[in-house]
């Protein structure tokens, strides 16, 4: 079984399909083709985005337990708690979680034979059991509480790894977790050592592309293995039915750019001076710490395709290069629109900057930040996880928007901003992607 119970990401890099993948039995047993242990494995959601009131409370529960005075530690052992009692035919008290969670707290003898029996039976059965924790951000009102539950969570998972036959993998956001005071306790350090940062690089990008691409529907697919098969010199392998890119193609290879270039013709414009359409659009879909999302490339690479057929039907590729821009324009809409849903301030405090031009002056950015808000900016109540300095003035809402990405701080102190939340938000480089200016951002 994959020991790493900690992975971590940034939005759309597909914390969310893998917790999904792992929940499913079909799926899992793809995956088990490569991780052999997971095909012996009984995989329970701890948490997740979808809701299931009999495997872990909704916010609004969660919530009502925590103002009650119950601690998250206490609920996280609940949820496990549950899981085994289905699958081990154990009584635990489930008809409430609130009865659930007083059982764990006032029966800690109960609980621990409970876990120690799953485990035995497992290891008779040779067979493994994985809960599986997401969507962690839904669980909490604000950092404060957010960094209880995500830490709390994190020393359960810390109690379970001592039982061979338990297993957790806790999926977090990078903003959950850098910076933060989550592995703040005791023995943390063991569970940081598993710790896996879900990141993709360039060619695993086009590496996924290229998976869909050849494993499109009907003439669709059939037009672009023909292509694959021009580049490659060879079908892609296919098996059960699913086509999949060969090494080369999944790999930063002179094949993997010439499949892209392709559909997309070599270059961003008539010659190399304008860089390579390979290259282009992942570099432009990065944040602030250089890296990019699948979700970002896939609805740019999308938006790129649609808007070429409406405006170049006659371009010997499929992709222009001027609707690869368009493309990028696209992404950071969405972006920009997703974290919107979980900060709704962030679109208030960029509102004031739109059209001004990054690289520049701090101060510029707070004299826009006083002209529109006067000597402080205050969400609006009721706003999901506010700025995380509330007291640290206009340089602590700049800290706050470096954590989550958007903004970055340059070595002579300018701001800089990347073209993922650039674009999006209405701001412009000298040379870059032209902003998005015709409806405000949020």
């Not at 690869?324 to 900057?353: C, F, H, N, T």
């Amino acid at each position: 079984m994959d020991a790493s119970s900690l992975r971590d990401g940034g939005r759309g890099v597909g914390k969310t399909v893998w917790s999904t993948a792992l929940a499913s039995d079909e799926l899992r047993s793809s995956i088990g083709t490569v991780v052999p242990d997971l095909r012996a494995a009984d995989v329970a959601t701890g948490h997740g985005e979808r809701p299931d009131l009999d495997a872990y409370p909704d916010p609004a529960t969660f919530g009502s337990l925590l103002d009650a005075g119950e601690s998250a530690f206490h609920v996280w052992r609940a949820a496990i708690a549950r899981g085994l009692a289905r699958r081990t035919s154990q009584a635990v008290p489930a008809a409430t979680w609130v009865e659930s969670v007083a059982w764990v707290r006032t029966e800690p003898e109960a609980f621990a034979r409970l876990l120690q029996d799953a485990d035995a039976r497992l290891r008779d059965g040779g067979a493994h059991m994985l809960f599986v924790f997401d969507a962690l951000d839904r669980a909490g009102r604000d950092w404060a509480e957010m960094d209880s539950i995500v830490r709390d969570l994190l020393r359960v998972a810390l109690a379970v790894r001592t039982f061979p036959r338990l297993h957790t993998k806790v999926f977090l956001r990078e903003d959950q977790f850098e910076g933060r005071t989550v592995t703040n306790f005791p023995d943390a350090s063991k569970l940081l050592a598993t710790r896996v940062e879900l990141t993709w690089a360039l060619h695993d990008l086009h590496g996924l592309l290229w998976q869909y691409l050849v494993n499109a529907y009907g003439d669709h697919g059939f037009v672009l293995r023909s292509i694959y098969t021009s580049v490659m010199g060879q079908e892609p392998p296919s098996e059960g039915g699913v086509w999949r890119p060969s090494g080369a193609a999944q790999r930063d290879s002179e094949e993997q750019r010439a499949l892209f270039s392709a559909i997309a013709g070599p270059w961003m414009g008539r010659d190399r001076r304008r860089g390579f359409t390979y290259s282009w659009s992942v570099g432009h879909l990065a944040d602030a710490g250089g890296r990019a999302s699948p979700r970002s490339f896939l609805a740019a690479i999308r938006a790129a395709a649609e808007d070429s057929v409406e405006r170049y039907p006659d371009h010997p590729s499929a992709l222009h290069y001027e609707s690869i821009k368009r493309g990028v324009q696209k992404a950071s809409e969405v972006r920009v629109r997703e974290l919107a849903e979980d900060y709704p301030w962030v679109p208030r405090l960029m509102q004031p900057l739109r059209g001004m031009t990054v690289p520049c002056a701090f101060s510029d950015v707070v004299e826009a930040w006083r002209d529109a808000f006067g000597e402080r900016f205050t969400p609006n109540v009721g706003d999901r996880l506010p700025p995380d300095n509330p007291d640290g003035g206009w340089r602590g809402l700049r800290e706050s928007l470096e954590r989550l990405g958007i903004m970055e701080r340059m070595r002579d102190d300018r701001v800089n901003m990347p073209d993922l939340y650039r674009v999006g938000f209405g701001l412009g480089r000298r040379g870059g992607v032209r902003p998005v200016l015709s409806t405000p951002a949020g």
